[in-house]
Protein backbone atom coordinates (compact mmCIF):
# COMPACT_ATOMS: atom_id res chain seq x y z
CA UNK A 1 0.00 0.00 0.00
CA UNK A 2 1.32 3.11 -1.14
CA UNK A 3 0.60 6.59 0.69
CA UNK A 4 0.16 9.74 -0.86
CA UNK A 5 0.53 13.32 1.05
CA UNK A 6 0.42 16.68 -1.20
CA UNK A 7 1.33 20.11 0.32
CA UNK A 8 2.07 23.33 -1.19
CA UNK A 9 -1.48 24.75 -2.34
CA UNK A 10 -2.75 27.98 -1.31
CA UNK A 11 -4.07 31.33 -2.90
CA UNK A 12 -1.64 33.24 -5.08
CA UNK A 13 -2.15 36.08 -7.22
CA UNK A 14 -2.68 35.76 -11.33
CA UNK A 15 1.16 35.43 -12.40
CA UNK A 16 2.38 33.97 -9.34
CA UNK A 17 4.57 30.94 -8.32
CA UNK A 18 3.50 27.75 -6.29
CA UNK A 19 5.33 24.67 -5.73
CA UNK A 20 3.43 21.35 -4.86
CA UNK A 21 5.20 18.56 -3.09
CA UNK A 22 3.59 15.01 -2.89
CA UNK A 23 5.05 12.96 -0.39
CA UNK A 24 5.44 9.15 -0.89
CA UNK A 25 5.14 6.34 1.97
CA UNK A 26 8.18 4.25 0.18
CA UNK A 27 10.64 4.80 -2.46
CA UNK A 28 8.58 3.97 -5.84
CA UNK A 29 9.59 6.15 -8.31
CA UNK A 30 11.50 3.83 -10.32
CA UNK A 31 8.59 1.71 -10.71
CA UNK A 32 5.64 3.85 -10.67
CA UNK A 33 4.89 6.43 -12.88
CA UNK A 34 3.89 9.63 -10.80
CA UNK A 35 0.72 12.25 -12.12
CA UNK A 36 -0.32 15.24 -11.33
CA UNK A 37 -4.34 16.01 -11.83
CA UNK A 38 -6.53 18.73 -11.32
CA UNK A 39 -10.15 19.06 -10.83
CA UNK A 40 -11.98 22.72 -11.06
CA UNK A 41 -15.45 23.01 -10.13
CA UNK A 42 -18.04 22.22 -12.34
CA UNK A 43 -14.93 20.28 -14.74
CA UNK A 44 -13.74 16.93 -15.14
CA UNK A 45 -10.67 15.16 -13.56
CA UNK A 46 -7.68 17.03 -16.13
CA UNK A 47 -4.36 14.96 -16.22
CA UNK A 48 -2.05 17.99 -15.65
CA UNK A 49 1.47 16.40 -15.63
CA UNK A 50 3.18 13.05 -15.42
CA UNK A 51 7.01 11.52 -14.90
CA UNK A 52 7.32 8.08 -15.54
CA UNK A 53 9.77 5.63 -13.91
CA UNK A 54 12.62 6.20 -16.86
CA UNK A 55 12.07 10.51 -16.35
CA UNK A 56 10.01 11.15 -19.72
CA UNK A 57 7.71 13.85 -18.60
CA UNK A 58 4.28 14.87 -20.06
CA UNK A 59 2.20 18.02 -20.23
CA UNK A 60 -1.33 19.11 -21.40
CA UNK A 61 -1.04 21.72 -23.61
CA UNK A 62 -2.50 24.47 -21.08
CA UNK A 63 0.63 24.12 -18.95
CA UNK A 64 3.64 23.76 -20.97
CA UNK A 65 6.33 26.04 -20.55
CA UNK A 66 4.83 27.16 -16.72
CA UNK A 67 4.61 23.98 -14.77
CA UNK A 68 7.41 21.54 -14.02
CA UNK A 69 7.16 18.03 -12.99
CA UNK A 70 10.38 16.48 -10.93
CA UNK A 71 11.45 13.90 -8.43
CA UNK A 72 13.70 13.74 -5.49
CA UNK A 73 16.96 11.44 -5.77
CA UNK A 74 15.15 9.74 -2.73
CA UNK A 75 12.77 8.35 -4.85
CA UNK A 76 9.95 9.48 -2.65
CA UNK A 77 8.90 13.02 -3.28
CA UNK A 78 7.41 14.42 -6.49
CA UNK A 79 6.85 18.29 -7.09
CA UNK A 80 5.08 20.35 -9.18
CA UNK A 81 6.64 23.58 -9.68
CA UNK A 82 3.73 25.88 -11.28
CA UNK A 83 5.03 29.32 -12.41
CA UNK A 84 2.56 32.12 -14.24
CA UNK A 85 -0.30 31.30 -12.49
CA UNK A 86 -3.42 31.80 -14.11
CA UNK A 87 -7.18 32.25 -12.85
CA UNK A 88 -7.99 29.32 -15.09
CA UNK A 89 -5.39 26.86 -13.09
CA UNK A 90 -7.47 27.37 -9.75
CA UNK A 91 -8.36 23.62 -8.86
CA UNK A 92 -8.33 20.65 -6.31
CA UNK A 93 -4.69 19.34 -7.24
CA UNK A 94 -4.06 15.59 -6.69
CA UNK A 95 -0.86 13.52 -6.91
CA UNK A 96 -1.25 9.90 -8.29
CA UNK A 97 0.91 7.10 -8.19
CA UNK A 98 0.36 4.41 -11.22
CA UNK A 99 1.20 0.61 -11.98
CA UNK A 100 -0.34 -1.74 -13.68
CA UNK A 101 -3.17 -2.27 -11.17
CA UNK A 102 -1.81 -0.22 -8.47
CA UNK A 103 -3.45 3.11 -8.53
CA UNK A 104 -3.26 5.63 -5.45
CA UNK A 105 -4.25 8.63 -5.27
CA UNK A 106 -3.61 11.87 -2.72
CA UNK A 107 -6.01 13.64 -0.59
CA UNK A 108 -5.89 17.21 -2.84
CA UNK A 109 -4.35 19.99 -2.20
CA UNK A 110 -6.55 23.32 -3.32
CA UNK A 111 -4.80 25.91 -5.67
CA UNK A 112 -6.10 29.13 -5.64
CA UNK A 113 -5.20 32.01 -8.55
CA UNK A 114 -7.30 35.13 -8.08
CA UNK A 115 -6.33 38.71 -7.25
Known amino acids: QVQLVESGGGLVQPGGSLRLSCAASGSIFSTYNMNWYRRAPGNQRELVAS???????YYVDSVKGRFTISRDNAGNTVYLQMNLLKPEDTAVYYC?????????WGQGTQVTVSS
Open 51 to 57: LNHSGST
Open 96 to 104: NARFMRDDY
